[in-house]
């Protein structure tokens, strides 16, 4: 079956994901957000909202900033130990981009601290081995809603 979209009222869309009404009227004008009207009120699809409020970089959430103060490389092996994840984990996360690659020699790879710290922090915030953690873009999965039962 297949899911339904969800529709919030346009205040209420604003309101909860710290837009500005003007700036949702004009992407709608513009085709960026599904909107319809119900019983004389604007609603747009609060999965268009949603994407206008996050953020497209892992740079520019918190989750990130947090660990600013780690700005140097380190070893596989040694975030491994030091992080308590697998080696095969961060090598896994580095060739999907979610870590950064700072140099490459033949029996070291160094990666960015800051980088390690904020995946092994998601990666605990989701709970479980064996779900999918990060997006395309490295910020923490978010899985769409399933469809609706009836």
């Known amino acids: 079956m297949v899911a339904l979209p969800t529709f919030l009222p346009l205040s209420e869309a604003a309101r909860k994901y710290g837009l500005d009404e003007a700036r949702l009227r004009a992407l ?29 970089r892992k740079e520019d959430l918190p989750e990130w900033k947090q660990f600013s103060h780690l700005q140097k490389g380190i070893g596989v092996r040694e975030a491994s130990r030091k ?13 999907k981009g979610v870590i950064q ?12 601290e800051q980088d ?13 081995q064996g779900r999918r953690v990060f997006d395309e ?14």
């Not at 009120?41 to 268009?48: A, L, W």
């Not at 690659?101 to 960015?112: A, C, G, R, Y």
């Not at 873009?137 to 009836?150: I, S, V």
């Open 116 to 128: 390690v710290a904020y995946a092994c922090f998601i990666y605990r915030q989701s709970g479980k």
């Open 101 to 112: 690659i700072i140099s490459v020699e033949p029996n070291k790879t160094l990666l960015n």
């Open 137 to 150: 873009n490295g910020l923490p999965y978010k899985p769409k809603t399933g469809p609706l039962a009836l």
């Open 83 to 95: 992080y308590g994840i697998h080696p095969a984990t961060l090598s896994v996360w580095a060739k």
């Open 28 to 56: 709608i004008a513009k085709g960026t957000i599904r909107a319809a009207m119900m019983n004389n009120q604007v609603v747009i699809s609060e999965d268009d909202a949603q994407a206008q409020a996050k953020p497209l």
